[in-house]
C-alpha cells in the first residue's frame, strides 16, 4: 500500500508539473527507482505514465488551443510526430552517454532563451533575423529531442513558443502539453512494443497524472503570469543543475 500511495502522489505531482512547465518525469522516474524497479524500465514506465497526462492538461487549455489557426496547428502536429520518431529511432542506434552529457547544456539553453525573451527578441529584430512561427525546422529540432529525451521537453518548447513571439503563457502552455503528448505517442508506443513497461504501475501513475494534468491546468490560469514564469524558469535551472551535477558525479 505504501508504494501504490508513493505512485499516486509521483504521478499526480507530475500531471501538475508538467501542465504548468515540464519536468514530471523527475518525480516518476525516482518513485519508479524506489520501488525496485530496474532503471532502463522505470524510464520506460514513467513516460508512459506521464503520457496521458499531458493530453488531460491540454485539454485542460482547450480554448486557448481552439484560438490558434487550425492550419498552424495541423503543421505543428505533423512536425512534432516527425520529430518524435526521428528522435525515437535515434535512441535505438545511438548512445544514452553521448546525449547524456548534452542535455545540461540543452536545458540550461532553453531556460535563458525563456527567461530572457524579449532580449532575445529584440536583439533578433535589430539584426534582421526572423524565427518563422510553426516553421518546421525549429518544431522538428524539439521534437527530435523530445522524442529521445522526454526530460525537461515543456522548457524547451516553452523557450521556442517564446521565441517565436508568443506571448499569452495560457496559450503558450496549451500548446506545449499538446505537442508533448504527440512528441510522446511515438516514445510511449516504441517502449510498449519492446515489452519494457511495467504496467500495474504504469496504470497507477498515468491515473494520478490525468487528475494531475487537469488541477494543473486550472491552477495555471488562476495564478498570476510571473509566478507562472518564474515557476517555469526555477525548473529549467533546477533541472539542469541536476543534470550538470550527474555528470560531475
Given at each position: 500500500?505504501?508504494?501504490?500511495?508513493?505512485?499516486?502522489?509521483?504521478?499526480?505531482?507530475?500531471?501538475?508539473?508538467?501542465?504548468?512547465?515540464?519536468?514530471?518525469?523527475?518525480?516518476?522516474?525516482?518513485?519508479?527507482?524506489?520501488?525496485?524497479?530496474?532503471?532502463?524500465?522505470?524510464?520506460?514506465?514513467?513516460?508512459?505514465?506521464?503520457?496521458?497526462?499531458?493530453?488531460?492538461?491540454?485539454?485542460?487549455?482547450?480554448?486557448?488551443?481552439?484560438?490558434?489557426?487550425?492550419?498552424?496547428?495541423?503543421?505543428?502536429?505533423?512536425?512534432?510526430?516527425?520529430?518524435?520518431?526521428?528522435?525515437?529511432?535515434?535512441?535505438?542506434?545511438?548512445?544514452?552517454?553521448?546525449?547524456?552529457?548534452?542535455?545540461?547544456?540543452?536545458?540550461?539553453?532553453?531556460?535563458?532563451?525563456?527567461?530572457?525573451?524579449?532580449?532575445?527578441?529584440?536583439?533578433?529584430?535589430?539584426?534582421?533575423?526572423?524565427?518563422?512561427?510553426?516553421?518546421?525546422?525549429?518544431?522538428?529540432?524539439?521534437?527530435?529531442?523530445?522524442?529521445?529525451?522526454?526530460?525537461?521537453?515543456?522548457?524547451?518548447?516553452?523557450?521556442?513558443?517564446?521565441?517565436?513571439?508568443?506571448?499569452?503563457?495560457?496559450?503558450?502552455?496549451?500548446?506545449?502539453?499538446?505537442?508533448?503528448?504527440?512528441?510522446?505517442?511515438?516514445?510511449?508506443?516504441?517502449f510498449a512494443i519492446a515489452?519494457?513497461?511495467?504496467?500495474?504501475?504504469?496504470?497507477?501513475?498515468?491515473?494520478?497524472?490525468?487528475?494531475?494534468?487537469?488541477?494543473?491546468?486550472?491552477?495555471?490560469?488562476?495564478?498570476?503570469?510571473?509566478?507562472?514564469?518564474?515557476?517555469?524558469?526555477?525548473?529549467g535551472f533546477g533541472m539542469?543543475?541536476?543534470?550538470?551535477?550527474?555528470?560531475?558525479?
Amino acid at each position: 500500500m505504501s508504494d501504490i500511495f508513493l505512485l499516486i502522489i509521483a504521478g499526480f505531482g507530475a500531471g501538475i508539473v508538467n501542465a504548468l512547465a515540464g519536468g514530471g518525469t523527475f518525480l516518476t522516474f525516482p518513485a519508479l527507482v524506489f520501488i525496485g524497479i530496474p532503471p532502463v524500465a522505470a524510464n520506460a514506465t514513467s513516460a508512459v505514465a506521464v503520457f496521458p497526462g499531458y493530453l488531460a492538461a491540454a485539454l485542460g487549455f482547450r480554448e486557448e488551443i481552439s484560438a490558434i489557426p487550425r492550419s498552424d496547428l495541423l503543421r505543428a502536429c505533423l512536425a512534432s510526430l516527425l520529430g518524435g520518431l526521428v528522435g525515437g529511432l535515434l535512441l535505438l542506434v545511438s548512445s544514452n552517454e553521448i546525449f547524456a552529457l548534452l542535455v545540461p547544456f540543452l536545458l540550461l539553453i532553453a531556460t535563458l532563451a525563456f527567461a530572457f525573451q524579449n532580449f532575445i527578441q529584440k536583439a533578433l529584430s535589430q539584426s534582421g533575423v526572423r524565427i518563422a512561427s510553426y516553421g518546421w525546422i525549429g518544431l522538428m529540432a524539439v521534437s527530435i529531442y523530445g522524442g529521445y529525451f522526454n526530460g525537461g521537453l515543456g522548457i524547451v518548447l516553452l523557450a521556442l513558443y517564446a521565441l517565436w513571439g508568443m506571448k499569452d503563457l495560457n496559450q503558450m502552455n496549451g500548446l506545449k502539453n499538446a505537442m508533448s503528448f504527440v512528441i510522446s505517442a511515438i516514445s510511449v508506443a516504441t517502449f510498449a512494443i519492446a515489452g519494457i513497461v511495467h504496467w500495474p504501475e504504469a496504470l497507477i501513475m498515468a491515473l494520478a497524472a490525468i487528475a494531475g494534468g487537469f488541477a494543473g491546468a486550472r491552477l495555471a490560469k488562476v495564478l498570476p503570469t510571473i509566478f507562472v514564469r518564474g515557476f517555469v524558469i526555477l525548473m529549467g535551472f533546477g533541472m539542469a543543475f541536476v543534470f550538470f551535477g550527474r555528470l560531475m558525479a
